[in-house]
């Protein structure tokens, strides 16, 4: 097998020749010299050439935290999911959406789901405290297999598809000169934007996702940034890490917004989307001023997901005296009791 580093020469004679790096793959060329001395060599030199090769996978392997759990049947592969950390410090890991493929095992759709979710749980470091599932509002078969092994419900987030904004309209030149204070994220004011960040998340949602300047620099690209205008930071636009294979962008805009500065963030979402790639706009449901926004703004709903977390903190919390009847609204401090009845873990006895 060839290496993506190896080159080949055509001889006189027609056939190939090859280029490589010795490798202990090549064993099979070194049994047939019968030179001791360069034999020796040669082995030694494969050893040290493969050490290396292996040293530089490692390191890389470091960087990727990535884990691939799957559910085998015989001799194939019938569901599949992805587990990673969203920060650097590993406390918080995403589950990614249960991938069942089909198959005649007699297992059920919900016990593959159950039993892929409860080897991810299981697969943590010492400091992992929380995991996190986003799920479709409306799939409920996921949900209720979550909550079943004690994921409760975080909040909502809405997706945004703002690709009808590409059609020509009449601009707002002086948005358009203000604008100019976007920045991308940079050593000089990641403090300021980490800060802004933090100080415009709910408590809850802060201490589990307990992003760092790191992360936040980790989630920098050509997109990502935030608007400063006289100084102060106005919103942010992060590439959300949570979505592996799509471009979801996090919009975050100070509690305190102020509507003079309406035509600014219009034109700023306006250049989002004209970017490549194809991207979506994620906010939280909570932040009612900003979805009213959108929706004036001819941006369109995508998609609805619920934010599903297992923590251990709040669970030996929720076991102490002093709150152990408070509800479950009161333990996060954020959901109203008006939103949605999400699928209990415990499906309800019927007469």
Not at 263 to 268: A, G, M, V
Request: hydrophobic share 35%.
């Amino acid at each position: 097998m060839k290496k993506d580093n190896s080159y080949s020469f055509q001889s006189k004679k027609g056939m190939e020749v090859t280029f490589e790096e010795l490798h202990i793959r090549h064993i099979n060329l070194l049994i047939d010299i019968k030179n001791k001395e360069l034999n020796n060599w040669f082995f030694k030199m494969a050893i040290i050439n493969t050490f290396d090769d292996l040293k530089i996978f490692l390191n890389n392997l470091k960087k990727n935290k990535n884990k691939c759990i799957i559910a085998i049947y015989g001799n194939e592969i019938i569901g599949y999911l992805n587990i990673f950390p969203l920060n650097k410090k590993e406390t918080c890991l995403k589950i990614s959406k249960p991938k069942l493929i089909n198959s005649k095992c007699s297992l059920t759709d919900k016990q593959l789901t159950l039993g892929l979710i409860k080897k991810s749980i299981s697969i943590k470091e010492i400091k992992t405290s929380s995991w996190i599932i986003n799920s479709d509002i409306n799939n409920i078969d996921l949900i209720s297999n979550s909550r079943e092994l004690g994921f409760q419900p975080l909040g909502e987030i809405i997706l945004w598809d703002g690709s009808d904004l590409n059609k020509p309209k009449n601009q707002n030149t002086n948005a358009y000169t203000l604008i100019n204070e976007f920045q991308n994220i940079n050593k000089q004011n990641i403090l300021k934007i980490v800060n802004f960040i933090r100080s415009n998340q709910s408590p809850l949602i802060r201490n589990i996702l307990d992003f760092d300047q790191v992360d936040i620099l980790k989630r920098n690209n050509s997109k990502s940034g935030a608007l400063i205008y006289e100084n102060s930071v106005l919103c942010t636009i992060l590439k959300d890490i949570n979505y592996q294979n799509e471009e979801i962008y996090t919009l975050t805009i100070s509690r305190y917004w102020d509507e003079r500065f309406n035509s600014i963030l219009k034109e700023f979402i306006k250049r989002f989307f004209e970017k490549s790639p194809v991207s979506y706009l994620k906010t939280y449901k909570e932040n009612s001023q900003l979805n009213v926004f959108l929706e004036e703004f001819n941006i369109k709903e995508k998609n609805q997901e619920i934010i599903l977390i297992r923590n251990t903190i709040i669970k030996n919390e929720a076991k102490q005296v002093n709150i152990i009847n408070q509800s479950l609204e009161s333990i996060f401090g954020k959901l109203s009791p008006q939103g949605n009845a999400y699928p209990s873990p415990f499906p309800l006895k019927t007469k």
